[in-house]
T-cell receptor, first 115, second 112 residues
């Protein structure tokens, strides 16, 4: 597609509920990143895929967070047993290769509110 | 490891005035540097990037930035602010492993 698409745009979850956030990157982009942006803060790195391989998951805040990209295109970020501190905007970005030199295209994000 | 410091969480300028948003970085390897803009309830839009070559980089909407290695800086400027420039601006750096590290952002306000 022309850009990075994320769905849903907004998600309200009750505490303890599981959620799944979807990212559809630009076709052919090798690298895919997930970021978490708390209110009034800059985005914080969560995890990185090169094709279907998850090469870095050092930013995932707990084992309740899980990401996958099974066919090297669409990615899903899953959060189990959501907590209030998980409330944030979750941004997905993709890049043509893994060098960073082409820049990164971001989606509009999913705003997760845990009540 | 990489880090970014953006001086000034809020900057206010008059329409037509110079815009200067400050960014200093730390990186253990030659950095790639980026400026992104974020409008309310939207994702991040790339303004400009420095990878290699010319240290003065021109971007969209009349913005430019200069990479100064000796000062570890990558400040964003625009000669004349427009009301539509009001937004949140993020400086970011990438080094090894290509992941971006962002600053905390600067909110630009443009007044008449």
């Amino acid at each position: 597609g022309a850009g990075v698409s994320q769905s849903p745009r907004y998600k309200v979850a009750k505490r303890g509920q599981d959620v799944a956030l979807r990212c559809d990157p630009i076709s052919g982009h090798v690298s895919l990143f997930w970021y978490q942006q708390a209110l009034g803060q800059g985005p914080e790195f969560l995890t990185y895929f090169q094709n279907e391989a998850q090469l870095d998951k050092s930013g995932l805040p707990s084992d309740r967070f899980f990401a996958e990209r099974p066919e090297g295109s669409v990615s899903t970020l899953k959060i189990q047993r959501t907590q209030q501190e998980d409330s944030a905007v979750y941004l997905c970005a993709s890049s043509f290769d893994n060098s960073g030199s082409y820049g990164y295209t971001f989606g509009s994000g999913t705003r997760l509110t845990v009540v | 490891a990489q880090s970014v410091t953006q001086l000034g969480s809020h900057v206010s300028v008059s329409e037509g005035a110079l815009v200067l948003l400050r960014c200093n970085y730390s990186s253990s390897v030659p950095p790639y540097l980026f400026w992104y803009v974020q409008y309310p309830n939207q994702g991040l839009q790339l303004l400009l990037k420095y990878t290699t070559g010319a240290t003065l980089v021109k971007g969209i909407n009349g913005f430019e930035a200069e990479f100064k290695k000796s000062e570890t800086s990558f400040h964003l400027t625009k000669p004349s602010a427009h009301m539509s420039d009001a937004a949140e601006y993020f400086c970011a750096v990438t080094g090894t492993a290509s992941k971006l590290t962002f600053g905390t952002g600067t909110r630009l306000q443009v007044t008449l």
